[in-house]
């Protein structure tokens, strides 16, 4: 099965793909091929011309500082610029504007949306996620972090963890404990915070693979005005819920792409470690390619669906699920092939700890060690493993729920 695209579809991709010509330089091979402070030069420029030619929230409405466009059409630039190795926007970018943005559309007062929304496209405000605490992971709903409401502000006392980009964030939202009294999933509220203030402290979480992308987040009497609620009070679950599927509904249409470069770049490693002929190394390799063609036709029926008008739902868990277990097996094959090169790794590092590497990036030992290190945090972020399971199967096949404990 191929996707066919209609006649105009196709049009609009020809623009895209004249825009990046002209905006990328002629030699211009991925940007798995920059480093350091070339890379971090790169991706603030390269957010500003993003900005300049309506491509940073293409599918916002343009009275808020969108493009306005159609899902194809979105759907259209996730794959061009997937295919030319170019970020669809800067480091806090999925937060500000993928996730929060979205569901600000959704579920914003109009005064939240004009105030923020422009705000966040400007760069002015750049956000972080605030929901998993120590005894608050993969079960979301037991968060312990309380908001009380003080006169006309909320005053935050608590712990978040596992905070992404926390470190580079001026802002957070963040689902609080409204409600002690009530049942877990209707006492919480989705809060927007300023962390320019004292009683918010960030602090880094060293990661396995050395780098330090996660964070800790206390609040110490911290405190938001009343109305920087989102969706109603004690309504902050619903709200969740949307946000979350906003963070896996782009990845339908990018993810395959990217998997599928790697596996090209893991094919050329084999061979260029002379296991290629290796009949057990040649059928993980075949496992490897056969998985990701599953990936793309799963991701084919997503979008199906995002075509069609609906927003994401709990089947998102199906492909965080699918990719974040297969990828953990794949890069311990590339670390196979590698032998004993992968104890002492050399070379180019990813410059995420998230997902595949970068487009363009050389097969170096410390590309796939690194990579093999972050895949392990793939089946935990986002959702661990084991809950996209119950999710997939109470919320999308209906089967009984999971008994409680005791």
Not at 352 to 360: I, M, V, W
Request: aromatic share 8%; with cysteine; net charge negative.
């Amino acid at each position: 099965m191929q996707p066919t695209y209609t006649a105009e579809a196709e049009a609009y991709r020809e623009k895209v793909q004249a825009f990046l010509a002209e905006k990328l330089p002629s030699n211009w091979a991925g940007i798995g091929t920059l480093e350091g402070d070339d890379l971090v030069a790169f991706v603030t420029e390269w957010r500003k011309t993003l900005h300049e030619g309506g491509y940073l929230a293409p599918g916002w409405p343009v009275e808020y500082g969108g493009a306005g466009l159609s899902a194809l059409e979105q759907v259209i630039i996730g794959e061009e610029f997937a295919r030319a190795g170019v970020p669809t926007g800067g480091p806090n970018d999925v937060f500000g504007i993928q996730m929060l943005g979205n569901t600000l559309l959704l579920w914003g007062t109009d005064e939240q949306k004009r105030h923020y929304l422009p705000r966040i496209l400007s760069g002015e405000d750049t956000w972080c996620q605030g929901y998993s605490e120590p005894n608050a992971g993969s079960d979301l709903s037991n968060l312990g972090l309380r908001a009380q409401l003080d006169g006309d502000q909320w005053v935050l006392n608590g712990q978040k963890i596992w905070t992404s980009a926390g470190h580079l964030a001026d802002h957070i939202f963040t689902l609080a404990r409204t409600d002690p009294d009530a049942p877990k999933h209707k006492g919480i509220s989705f809060l927007l915070v300023d962390m320019r203030q004292p009683g918010i402290e960030v602090r880094p979480i060293r990661m396995i693979s050395g780098e330090s992308e996660f964070n800790e987040v206390f609040y110490t009497d911290a405190t938001t005005p009343k109305d920087e609620v989102v969706g109603g009070v004690n309504n902050g679950w619903a709200v969740a819920m949307t946000l979350l599927g906003f963070e896996r509904g782009e990845a339908a249409a990018t993810l395959p792409i990217r998997f599928q470069a790697e596996v090209d770049r893991l094919l050329l490693l084999a061979k260029e470690r002379g296991v290629a002929g290796d009949p057990i190394v040649r059928q993980q390799l075949a496992w490897a390619y056969s998985k990701v063609q599953v990936m793309r036709y799963n991701g084919m029926r997503t979008l199906t669906k995002f075509l069609q008008g609906h927003h994401p739902g709990p089947d998102g868990a199906i492909s965080k699920l699918y990719w974040s277990e297969y990828h953990r097996t794949v890069t311990e094959l590339a670390v196979s092939i590698l032998g004993a090169d992968a104890m002492v790794p050399t070379g180019r590092a990813p410059s995420s700890a998230f997902q595949a590497d970068d487009a363009g990036a050389p097969n170096s030992s410390a590309s796939w060690v690194g990579t093999f290190l972050n895949a392990r945090a793939g089946t935990i972020y986002a959702g661990s493993s084991q809950i996209q399971r119950n999710i997939v199967g109470e919320m999308v096949l209906g089967l009984p729920k999971e008994p409680k404990p005791a």
